[in-house]
């Protein structure tokens, strides 16, 4: 009989899995544990917004939405991103409301890669990129930063991977797992570097509400890039809705058509009640963002201090939830660090391999945490340190 395993796709076959969650699973079967691996706000979502999804059910919206979502939703998100980035998009035909940002990053990739195009994308990177190319038919090809630049890719980094095949650039700011949000100087060179090649840029800002030192700069808000990228963002994060999956993604209209006929046969439409949800916290839900973002403020200034304090060199993230420090003194890979400081310590984290090459001899630290659970992990990881270096 015909082994089941001989049935599956070659590219799903060799698809690895997350190794963000082998150590979740690891970490779920011991008690006691403090958890820094988690990459999701630790509010709940706020009551306003809770209350307008149960509203929704009440009054018995619980059809099929239009595919690209609630008109009257897509209107506050139009004005939205005008508003808070300086960037105007269609309701009616540039925009999509998306189960998460995952789906929009996926309906985007498969709109503009063909197989065998490349598409780069900048390491440390979101553990999901590549395995999407791939899933696309296309190939992901890595550049790796430098901790020297704060993990920030340089024009010059990018032109040695540019082929004739290279069709689109994935940037991520602020960037998980780095923290590091890239300003207008930044884009701009890299904006250099995609018009000068034709390149699609997808731009993946569902960090934006968390930005810290400076203001959030949308790729799209650089001089002639608008028509060139696939704007992905949505809910999750600035407005604590995770486990909501709501996304969206905003282009111009031609690209917004492609990524619908996929939206249309592969998901219908986003989950209604989570829309009914987001009208509401773009309507209303500014002063819970803010106080979020202060928070998170907060935590990351003590977080990478106290890092920094007990010998783990750690750059400042400008934006998101996250801490990358460096763990090369120890001698210890990222996966061997993660581990033991798990076992020994009952500290949970990310080892930094799981996002790209460049993050070997890192590990990934969410401070979206309590400020009792973080000072506990400082204590602990400076006991694993002291213990055994």
């Not at 690891?26 to 544990?33: D, P, R, S, T």
């Not at 009440?58 to 980035?85: D, K, P, V």
């Not at 004739?164 to 700011?173: F, N």
């Not at 934006?319 to 009952?346: C, D, H, M, N």
Request: glycine share 8%; with cysteine; hydrophobic share 40%.
């Amino acid at each position: 009989m015909k082994q089941t395993k001989t049935y599956l796709s070659k590219t799903v076959e060799e698809l690895k899995p997350s190794g963000i969650r082998r150590f979740f699973d690891l970490a779920a079967g011991m008690e006691g544990v403090i958890s820094l691996g988690v990459g999701e706000p630790d509010f709940v979502t706020s009551w306003s917004v809770r209350e307008a999804a149960i509203l929704s059910l009440e009054q018995g919206y619980t059809s099929y939405t239009a595919n690209a979502g609630l008109l009257e939703l897509r209107e506050e998100i139009a004005a939205y991103m005008e508003n808070s980035f300086g960037l105007e998009y269609s309701a009616s035909n540039e925009m999509i409301v998306t189960v998460g940002a995952s789906q929009a990053l996926d309906i985007a990739l498969r709109a503009v890669v063909d197989p065998g195009d490349e598409v780069i994308v900048i390491e440390p990177s979101f553990v999901s990129y590549i395995p999407l190319v791939n899933l696309a038919g296309g190939k992901g090809v890595a550049v790796q930063t430098k901790k020297e630049n704060d993990f920030k890719v340089t024009p010059a980094e990018l032109e040695e991977v540019i082929t004739h095949r290279t069709k689109a650039i994935i940037l991520c700011s602020p960037n998980n797992p780095t923290g590091t949000m890239l300003n207008e100087q930044d884009l701009e060179a890299i904006a250099t570097v995609a018009k000068n090649h034709d390149l699609v840029i997808i731009s993946d800002e569902i960090y934006a509400e968390l930005s810290y030192d400076e203001k959030f700069v949308s790729f799209a808000a650089i001089e002639e890039m608008r028509e060139r990228t696939i704007l992905i963002s949505g809910f999750s994060k600035g407005f604590a809705m995770t486990g909501w999956r709501l996304g969206f993604v905003c282009a111009p209209k031609e690209l917004t058509e492609a990524m619908l006929k996929i939206h249309q046969y592969a998901m219908m439409c986003a989950p209604t009640m989570a829309q009914f949800a987001a009208i509401e916290a773009l309507k209303h839900g500014n002063e819970d963002v803010n106080g979020m973002r202060k928070s998170y403020r907060r935590r990351r200034n003590y977080f990478v201090q106290s890092l920094n304090e007990i010998g783990l060199e750690c750059h400042t993230p400008g934006g998101a939830f996250y801490a990358f420090p460096s763990i090369e003194r120890t001698g210890l890979t990222s996966e061997q660090f993660a581990e033991r400081l798990l076992v020994e310590e009952k500290v949970a984290v990310v080892p930094g391999n799981v996002f790209g090459q460049s993050g070997e001899g890192h590990i990934r630290c969410s401070y979206a945490s309590s400020m009792e659970q973080l000072q506990e992990s400082i204590k602990r990881m400076k006991r694993f340190l002291e213990r055994q270096f």
